[in-house]
């Protein structure tokens, strides 16, 4: 379990790539918060760049986000977003409240804590009956080749240099087993099918605890 997250260079790295991002993203980010109502809890923030994309039928955004230079930013995106966005330093494991949750956000965070399954069970146990976790993740590749690209790069550099992430976690499988409900799903590739990068295929969807 993650008690603190300090990833000098994958901060810097990620504050320049959020900072850049393609318009497919950006719509994928979109879709993945349209519709949202109510309380609503952010899984590792990063800079924020989804405050700009919630609806105004959000009434609060509880975002967490531990690794300080990213919460840093995280905080001046918060005073810029139109819904009220309070930012906790807490890793979302160390992460509690009185109140749950009509909505938990994760977007490309799943592959980037030490234990999803147990990570993900602790979303379900904080939204209300009916609340609906929205996910934006990039997961691991049904194709062979892209498989062993992902398995590879898992192995060696990418967790080290990209902020503990994964790319070849089954997240879908996850969310199911945790217990919830998915009322809508579907993939997305970011990179055309033959770009050789692990992290193209990003799954996006609704999943409830009922
Ligand atoms: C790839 S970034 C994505 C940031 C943001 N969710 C987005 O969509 O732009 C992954 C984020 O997860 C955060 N993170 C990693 N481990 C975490 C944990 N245990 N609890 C909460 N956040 C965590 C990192 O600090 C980082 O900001």
Redesign the pocket.
């Known amino acids: 379990m ?1 008690d603190v ?1 300090d990833n000098p260079f994958f901060a810097r790295l ?1 504050t320049a790539m ?1 900072s850049r991002e393609p318009e497919s993203l950006r719509r994928l980010r979109r879709d993945n918060l349209a519709g949202l109502t109510g309380r609503v809890l952010e ?4 800079t924020g ?2 405050f700009e994309f919630y609806p105004s039928t959000v009434t609060e955004v509880v975002a ?4 300080r230079r ?1 919460a840093v930013l995280a905080e001046q995106a918060a005073a810029g977003a139109a819904v009220p966005v309070t930012v906790s330093t807490d ?3 160390q992460f509690a409240d009185a109140k749950p949750f009509d909505a938990v956000v994760c ?3 799943l592959c ?2 030490d234990d999803p399954e147990q990570v993900v069970s602790q979303l379900f146990s904080v939204l209300k009956p009916g609340g609906e976790l929205r996910y934006l993740e990039h997961v691991a590749s049904d194709g062979a080749a892209r498989g062993r690209l992902q398995r590879f790069a898992d192995a060696t550099f990418w967790p080290r240099l990209l ?3 994964h790319t070849h976690r089954r997240t879908e499988d996850t969310i199911t087993r945790a217990g919830f409900r998915v009322d809508d799903a579907r993939r997305e590739w970011t990179f055309p099918a033959w770009v050789p990068v692990p992290v193209a295929e990003f799954a996006i969807g609704v999943a409830r605890r009922p």
């Open positions: 993650s997250v990620w959020s899984v590792g923030a990063g760049t989804n967490v986000e531990p690794e990213l890793t979302v494991e977007s490309l965070v980037s804590v902020g503990n992430c």
